[in-house]
């Protein structure tokens, strides 16, 4: 048991970070599910990050007051209940009540873990384990939701988070001492949380805009999603080797990792088809950058900074507050541009039918079916095999209406790719901001 | 030496990495897969039917129809399309566009040649009008000569057009039956029209 005491908080720290945008592919289910709006949907995402984010600090400052292995222990135990209370929530209302107390038992659980895992591993290593723990679950987050939902439901997300938070609750109770926190002695590191915050922004349009472009836009189911997604978290283990090899120093390191991460968001912004291949090498460059960057800049903010809890709770909220920004910036960006999107689609979609090497009464059962499927699936993008299903078509006729079927996808596809656009490039925007960060001159001390 | 290689190495391969990525996605079209843009209506474009007989002209029609009142909407045919469509009400600009554009494109069909003589269409026409079987079979036993010398096809689907009350036709774009029935009944009294008009000017 002994042995398995920091993994186990290791593992809550990585399940604590994944929430934060584990329901990303989970998002349309939930909708249908739950009867929700878009609207609604949406702050089951934000209001973990909301709260997590605003959280973070407080919860720090409290911690100094309190027993370490109890606190963190309340914490585990409210992650774990709550997360049981999302899986039987009801209602979209219920759901995101449950997220904003299992946020605030995540905040309690990562900065307890913190102390509790150096206590356990020492200083370095500990913080050190806490801060990968962090970056794995972030970029794994996604990958495990997707895979979950397809193969058993959205519930089951939050379900399978129940018996690892459990079994760290006695895990926190049994780290036998837990050193006497130093008073506070340090500032919080702006430049590090502040470049966190920026690079959390930009990839909340990595993870978040991907999966729905993927699902939504390229009509690709969840587990097909999560599996392309995966090349981010792969990618990002293998950024440490490649810095071992050329060994930069930490700054440009940190600002390398700005760059990928921008590049990579503009080659999502232009692939050339709706093939997932296309989206291969850009992720593999946002999970360089994201490697590269996240637990460097976390180590820059906490590092040999005291008390440790009250730095890592600003960390916490520079990264959680960073994707709740990217999230206010980007939804209504690429909300506004789906609504634009559609009349190009509908006339791109209008063109092939009538010029279509169809029989007249043919294309005319096609472009009624069309009309319906439109009609009831307004807001959202068509299922347009419906409505070739649907449509009363001559059989000599089917190869030529299954090429139109394909061209009318592919134009489909063209418009949900553009619409996310200009997402992808604000977020690239805000990677090159968080480059400035890091290459801005410093302010030279008075000596 | 060493020092400056670790200082560049790592960018060197960031910039090599973010450069050939975004290079083979634009030479392979990357930044303009988007949705196809929709042509001017007031070129004139090629068109096509995969029907034959009355149903292939009248597609014919239609679509060199349509260009032609987009144009004179200022609008694309596709919008003008999915407005007749998906709008209750259409506007009397919209109506007036419609009709020009299809008694033009009639001119055109037959400047160019393209539009069949009459009795190419007569036994097609005959087999989907309400008349009596002998005069369907005296009319059948007609010599095409003679058909076309009485019937101009430009001039049976002019009057067809200006006896179509379009804003009825777009309402009942939804029922074939109707559509039809109205169809029918202005092609058979522009051909009577057609037809006495010919005999006045003979007389």
């Known amino acids: 048991m002994r042995r398995a005491v920091a993994p186990l908080l ?25 009867d929700a709006t878009v609207g609604q949907v949406a702050w089951v995402l934000i209001s973990f990050n909301l709260v997590l984010g605003l959280c973070a600090v407080p919860t720090a400052i409290w911690f100094d007051r309190a027993q370490p292995r109890i606190f963190t222990a309340v914490g585990i135990a409210v992650f774990a209940g709550a997360s049981a209370w999302c899986a039987v929530a009801g209602s979209i209302d219920v759901l995101v009540v449950a997220r904003c107390v299992q946020a605030l038992g995540g905040a309690l659980a990562l900065v307890g873990c913190l102390e509790l895992m150096v206590a356990e591993w020492g200083e370095r290593r500990g913080v050190a384990a806490w801060v990968t723990a962090g970056v794995v679950g972030t970029a794994v987050g996604p990958v495990a939701g997707g895979l979950l939902t397809q193969a058993i439901s959205w519930e089951a997300i939050f379900v399978v988070q129940v018996p690892f938070a459990a079994l ?45 472009l993927l699902v939504e836009g390229w009509g690709r189911s969840p587990a097909t999603a999560a599996l392309t997604v995966s090349v981010v978290p792969v990618a990002a283990l293998a950024a440490r080797p490649l810095a071992r090899l050329l060994r930069p120093s930490p700054e440009v390191e940190v600002a390398v990792g700005c760059f990928l991460i921008a590049g990579g968001l503009v080659g999502l912004a232009i692939p050339p088809s709706a093939e997932l291949f296309w989206t291969v090498a850009p992720q ?11 637990d460097r800049l976390t180590a820059q903010a906490m590092e040999l ?29 690429f909300t506004a541009d789906l609504q634009d999107a559609q009349e190009p689609a509908q006339e791109a979609i209008a063109s092939l039918v009538l010029d279509a090497p169809l029989r007249a009464e043919d294309k005319i059962s096609i472009a009624r079916a069309l009309g319906d499927e439109l009609t009831q699936q307004r807001g959202q993008i068509p299922d347009l095999h419906r409505a070739f ?28 790719t553009r619409a996310f656009r200009d997402s992808f490039l604000i977020g690239a925007g805000l ?10 001159p410093r302010r030279r001390r008075a000596s | 030496m060493s020092g400056r290689l670790h200082a560049l190495g790592l960018p060197a391969v960031a910039l090599a990495l973010v450069s050939g990525v975004l290079a083979v996605q634009l030479a392979n079209g990357g930044g303009t897969f988007e949705p196809l843009r929709t042509a001017d209506p007031c ?24 260009d032609e009142a ?81 019937l101009k096809t430009d001039d049976v689907l002019i009057r067809t057009i200006d006896d179509l009350d379009l804003r009825a036709v777009l309402a009942d774009l939804d029922s074939p039956q109707d559509l039809n029935a109205q169809v029918e009944e202005a092609v058979t009294q522009a051909v009577k029209d057609s037809l006495s008009d010919r005999v006045r000017n003979l007389l």
């Open chain 1, 389 to 416: 299903a649907a449509a009363n078509l001559d059989p000599a006729e089917r190869p030529a209406a299954a090429e139109l079927e394909r061209d009318l996808d592919a134009q489909l596809e063209g418009a949900a």
């Open chain 1, 168 to 212: 760290a609750v006695p895990a926190a109770l049994a780290v036998r001492a837990v050193p006497v926190l130093p008073p506070d002695r340090h500032r919080p590191a702006v430049r590090p949380n502040l470049t966190l915050a920026l690079l959390s922004a930009a990839l909340t349009a990595a993870l978040f805009l991907l999966v729905l």
């Open chain 1, 10 to 34: 290791a593992v809550t720290v990585a399940l604590v970070l994944a929430d934060s945008a584990v329901v990303t592919l989970a998002l349309p289910d939930i909708l249908a599910e739950l």
């Open chain 1, 431 to 440: 990677a090159l901001v968080a480059l400035l960060t890091v290459i801005a």
């Open chain 1, 305 to 333: 900074r005291l008390p440790r809890a009250r730095h890592a709770g600003w960390t916490i909220g520079a990264r959680h507050v960073g994707v709740v920004v990217g999230l206010a910036i980007l939804t209504p960006v």
């Open chain 2, 70 to 150: 987009a144009c004179r909407l200022h609008v694309s045919r596709e919008a003008l399309i999915l407005e007749l469509g998906q709008s209750d009400t259409r506007t009397d600009a919209e109506v007036e566009a419609l009709h020009r554009g299809l008694s033009s494109a009639v001119r055109e069909l037959e400047a160019d040649g393209s539009l069949p003589p009459a009795s190419a269409l007569v036994d097609e026409a005959l087999d989907s009008a309400d008349l009596n079987g002998f005069l369907k079979a005296a009319i059948r036993a007609l010599p095409d000569s003679v058909v076309d010398a009485a």
């Open chain 2, 43 to 66: 070129t004139t474009r090629a068109v096509t039917s995969r029907s034959d007989g009355i149903e292939g002209l009248t597609e014919r029609l239609v679509l060199r129809g349509i």
């Open chain 1, 284 to 294: 593999a460059l946002v999970g360089l950058g994201l490697g590269l960057t996240i």
